[in-house]
């Protein structure tokens, strides 16, 4: 039977074979929830009918439109400043002792008692939602940052200067090439953690957005809506991955293979 699954198998290339798994706990999930309570488990099949719904006749575009912005600019901004403050302290001795203990704390602090202390700050307002998600990121890029600093090889500096290469090819050709697997790791982690972060902030404060569209079905009891809101948010998420980030990142560091 192996045998079997495996010559079944061969045909598919690598993205397919990491589908088999999620297909078939859909699949089972489909037959579990024919036997179940709809209320309670729904089948696949009602959640996407109810995707779709949203998509054409409902909100869902207005609101996933307005987690994806809040994503973005809280995402860019935190890369700016952990990777400017990774890097400061990475190099600079002096640096990495003033800010190490804010780096902890920032790293220990619940994400929740963040969004709370910048609501009541600057009021239940976009920025505060954007600042929240800001701070609860930028701790992370900047720990990455800061041990790609500190393992840069001062071999190839050496070299460098030995062949009198300019500020502009020291950073593209020594720099950057071995910081790019440190900024690709906060990147991955960045999104992962900001995607939740971003959804709680709307859920606490905002007046849209997928956070606060769940919050609302929830209120209902209404697990159809909460999951197809986070089936297209969690399709919006693999999208970015494929297409962006895998495609960048395999050429960026083609140098490694």
């Known amino acids: 039977m192996w045998q079997t699954i495996k010559r079944l198998c061969a045909p598919l290339d690598g993205d397919c074979i990491r589908l088999l798994p999620l297909i078939i706990v859909v699949l089972l999930w489909q037959i579990s929830g024919y036997y179940s309570d709809n209320k309670i488990l729904p089948q696949?099949?009602?959640?996407?009918?109810?995707?779709?719904?949203?998509?054409?006749?409902?909100?869902?575009?207005?609101?996933?439109?307005?987690?994806?912005?809040?994503?973005?600019?809280?995402?860019?901004?935190?890369?700016?400043?952990?990777i400017l403050i990774g890097l400061a302290m990475g190099i600079y001795d002096a640096v990495d002792k003033a800010l190490d203990t804010f780096l902890?704390?920032?790293?220990?602090?619940?994400?929740?008692?963040?969004?709370?202390?910048?609501?009541?700050?600057?009021?239940?307002?976009?920025?505060?939602?954007?600042i929240a998600v800001t701070i609860n990121k930028v701790p992370m890029v900047a720990i990455s940052l800061r041990e790609g600093a500190r393992a840069l090889d001062n071999k190839l500096f050496q070299v460098a200067q030995v062949?009198?290469?300019?500020?502009?090819?020291?950073?593209?050709?020594?720099?950057?090439?071995?910081?790019?697997?440190?900024?690709?790791?906060?990147?991955?982690?960045?999104?992962?953690?900001?995607?939740?972060?971003?959804?709680?902030?709307?859920l606490l404060g905002c007046s849209n957005g997928v956070g606060f569209q769940i919050g609302g079905y929830f209120h209902?009891?209404?697990?159809?809506?909460?999951?197809?809101?986070?089936f297209a948010?969690?399709?919006v998420v693999f999208?970015?991955?494929?297409l962006a980030l895998r495609p960048i990142e395999k050429y960026l560091l083609r140098w490694r293979s």
């Open 220 to 230: 209902f009891f209404d697990i159809s809506g909460v999951l197809a809101y986070t």
């Open 163 to 202: 062949y009198h290469l300019s500020k502009f090819d020291i950073m593209t050709k020594i720099v950057l090439p071995q910081l790019l697997p440190y900024i690709f790791g906060a990147v991955r982690n960045g999104l992962a953690i900001i995607w939740k972060i971003v959804l709680v902030v709307e």
């Open 239 to 242: 999208a970015i991955e494929v």
């Open 104 to 130: 902890v704390i920032g790293l220990n602090i619940p994400a929740l008692v963040i969004i709370i202390i910048c609501y009541i700050w600057f009021g239940l307002t976009e920025y505060a939602a954007i």
């Open 44 to 82: 696949p099949s009602a959640i996407l009918n109810l995707l779709q719904k949203e998509t054409f006749e409902g909100d869902l575009m207005f609101h996933l439109g307005m987690t994806l912005r809040r994503v973005a600019i809280s995402f860019l901004a935190a890369m700016i400043l952990g």
């Open 233 to 235: 948010f969690m399709l």
